[in-house]
């Protein structure tokens, strides 16, 4: 009963590989995110998803692609991986976008590129 | 400057010393105020919350008043246990951040028997 559940857990690749990582929740949430954890724990968001459109685009690469087939799910797909893309992605939903509601985070999938 | 301000850990104690974590924030208007906590090899869990100012979120024995006078948010519990070692965030969602949710740096607590 995971209410925000993210595969795969561990990811290890080589560089200039495609790699995605799918997230999907149960929680009935219309707004979903990515998020970025680097070495030192920073959270910083990457994008978010209301009702299977984009609503925020952070600073990030356009090798970084989210797609959202449904208000369940949110997948990112990550092109021509790079060293630097090394760093624990996490998923989470909400109920709205308004400031109230808090996230519910998925587990992490940690990305190591080698 | 930044949006949101930890103190810098990590911060070490031993069981059931008082524990204070503070966190100060940048905001003009009304902010909601979150803590999170993050276990070891997991993802992030709502520990508390506060929505307006002098509102008090608590849970599990942590406390946290919305303090809009010193735009702070510190997190405290009057009794650690070794179960509490985990990195807590400060965060804040409001309007003028475009409604995200934004992180402080996190701070390593570690509490030893």
């Known amino acids: 009963d995971t209410a925000v559940s993210q595969t795969p857990k561990y990811l290890v690749t080589q560089m200039g590989n495609d790699k995605s990582i799918k997230c999907e929740q149960n929680?009935?949430?219309?707004?979903m995110y990515w998020y970025k954890q680097d070495s030192k724990k920073f959270l910083k968001i990457m994008f978010s998803?209301?009702?299977?459109?984009?609503?925020i685009n952070e600073t990030v690469p356009n090798r970084f692609s989210p797609k959202s087939p449904d208000k369940a799910h949110l997948n990112l797909h990550i092109n021509s991986l790079e060293l630097g893309d090394s760093a624990v992605y996490f998923c989470?939903?909400?109920?709205?976008?308004?400031?109230?509601?808090?996230?519910?985070f998925g587990n992490g999938t940690r990305l190591t590129v080698t | 400057g930044n949006s949101v301000t930890q103190m810098e850990g990590p911060v070490t104690l031993s069981e059931e010393a008082f524990l204070t974590i503070n966190c100060t924030y940048t905001?003009?208007?009304?902010?909601?105020l979150f803590w999170y906590v993050q276990y070891p090899g997991e993802g992030l869990q709502l520990l508390l919350k506060?929505?307006?100012?002098?509102d008090k979120g608590s849970n599990k024995g942590f406390e946290a008043t919305y303090r809009k006078e010193t735009t702070s948010f510190h997190l405290e519990k009057g009794s650690v246990q070794v179960s509490d070692s985990a990195v807590y965030f400060c965060a804040l969602r409001g309007p003028e951040y475009g409604n995200k949710l934004v992180f402080g740096a996190g701070t390593i607590l570690r509490v030893k028997s």
């Open positions: 998803y209301n009702n299977k459109e984009l609503i």
């Open positions: 989470a939903s909400s109920q709205g976008t308004g400031g109230y509601s808090p996230l519910h």
């Open positions: 929680l009935g949430h219309d707004t």
């Open positions: 905001a003009t208007g009304y902010p909601s």
């Open positions: 506060a929505t307006k100012a002098d």
